[in-house]
């Protein structure tokens, strides 16, 4: 069961944000400042309360008493992170959606850059722009967030298995068209966001833009050890090929096109699986050390 504060409008707004959040107190107040300040103004924010312990939940109802933009809904117990990620977006009625990490910081011009591209390329279902972690530099290939624009999906997916990268493209505004139908809760591997991504990739192509930025917070879990140590306790298996629930579900629910690269892309897997499985050695060494 859930509560939830709504603010209604007499129409749908143009984007919805989607804020999943646990006990993010230190860092949800700029996450929200930077969103609120958004010079696209047609939006709503759908906040998802991860049933937190912190201050979270005063913040963010300070936040929707003072916008009718925010959506504030708090889960009655944890609901768990991906299932998280889905409310929000299940919540969202706009034309266009993102994800808005609660430790993530966007320039003022992130949204509406974004939308002024899409609208102007049907044929692409998202658009990011430069996306980087607090205090890095900006790297397109290590973020994970360059252009993807071939023509054909099995070609984006084999571009987008180039190496291991941080997803930043994951953080898109999107089509919320191209988003319906997709399960995340009951995605619970290792790479449920690079299936978001591949999913959106099987529709169309996408766009990293020159202007606007991410910053994306340095507690993520994708830049953590917890990436790693969740799935662990699965098994070994796991620990030696993590991407093996991703691939068997590629194969399982995309179209015949992407398979017939299947060698392909089984090479690609193999690489990035020996890059995951030597960052998970280190990780693992450093958490006993």
Not at 113 to 126: I, K, T
Request: proline share 2%.
């Amino acid at each position: 069961m859930i509560t939830t504060e709504n603010n209604e409008s007499c129409r749908s707004p143009l984007v919805s944000i989607g804020m999943p959040v646990y006990n993010g107190e230190d860092t949800i107040g700029d996450a929200l400042n930077s969103t609120l300040a958004q010079r696209f103004t047609d939006f709503e924010l759908i906040i998802s309360d991860n049933a937190s312990t912190d201050g979270t939940e005063r913040i963010c109802r300070e936040y929707a008493s003072r916008d009718p933009r925010i959506r504030y809904v708090r889960q009655k117990k944890n609901q768990g992170p991906m299932a998280n990620f889905e409310i929000v977006l299940n919540e969202a009625v706009g034309k266009y959606f993102m994800w808005a990490a609660a430790d993530d910081v966007r320039s003022r011009n992130f949204i509406r850059e974004n939308f002024l591209f899409l609208e102007a390329n049907r044929d692409y279902v998202a658009s990011v722009s430069p996306v980087k972690f607090e205090g890095d530099d900006y790297n397109e290939v290590n973020m994970g967030d360059f252009s993807l624009d071939d023509n054909f999906s099995d070609i984006r997916l084999l571009k987008f298995f180039t190496k291991w990268h941080a997803n930043g493209r994951y953080y898109s505004l999107i089509r919320r068209h191209a988003l319906l139908g997709l399960s995340i809760s009951k995605r619970h591997y290792l790479g449920f966001d690079w299936m978001v991504v591949i999913h959106l990739l099987c529709q169309g192509k996408m766009k990293r833009i020159q202007s606007g930025s991410i910053t994306l917070g340095k507690c993520g879990e994708s830049n953590t050890t917890n990436v790693f140590a969740e799935y662990n306790k699965q098994g070994m298996v796991y620990f030696i090929f993590p991407f093996r629930d991703l691939i068997a579900d590629i194969y399982r629910n995309f179209p015949e096109d992407v398979r017939k690269q299947r060698i392909r892309l089984y090479l690609r897997w193999f690489v990035l699986s020996y890059q995951a499985l030597k960052l998970n050695i280190i990780f693992t060494l450093r958490g006993r050390s």
